[in-house]
Nanobody
């Protein structure tokens, strides 16, 4: 069974870059027919998708975050990375990585796919 584990600095200052890693075990980040996604849930708000990587390695980003987002995968280490630049306190959220059977742009639900437990990302001076 695939397992995903997010990790990151926890706290970053405004204008800095939030860099997160998702370590995958029990499955490959090059698996066909799945979408490897990053999502987040700000306090008191709904879950929203940030971006995803498809088996070809192509990346797709949420229009609202596209200008500040960069995702990648390391096939040798079997992990995913997320960089979110120029952060503000509004970027404070629990960040999740997930393996999904569909694009997160279609529907976002923690009842579908495999999810990590999430990691807190706080932006504060």
């Amino acid at each position: 069974q695939v397992q995903l584990q997010e990790s990151g600095p926890g706290l970053v200052k405004p204008s800095q870059t939030l860099s997160l890693t998702c370590t995958v075990s029990g499955g490959s980040v090059t698996t066909d027919y799945v979408y490897w996604a990053w999502l987040r849930q700000p306090p008191g708000k709904e879950l929203e998708w940030i971006g995803y990587i498809v088996p070809t390695g192509n990346t797709y980003y949420s229009p609202s975050l596209k200008s500040r987002t960069s995702m990648s995968r390391d096939t040798t280490k079997n992990l995913l990375t997320l960089d979110l630049s120029s952060v503000t306190p509004e970027d404070t959220a629990v960040y999740y990585c997930a393996r999904l059977p569909h694009s997160p742009a279609v529907v976002v639900s923690q009842a579908i796919g495999d999810w990590g437990q999430g990691t807190q990302g706080t932006v504060s001076s």
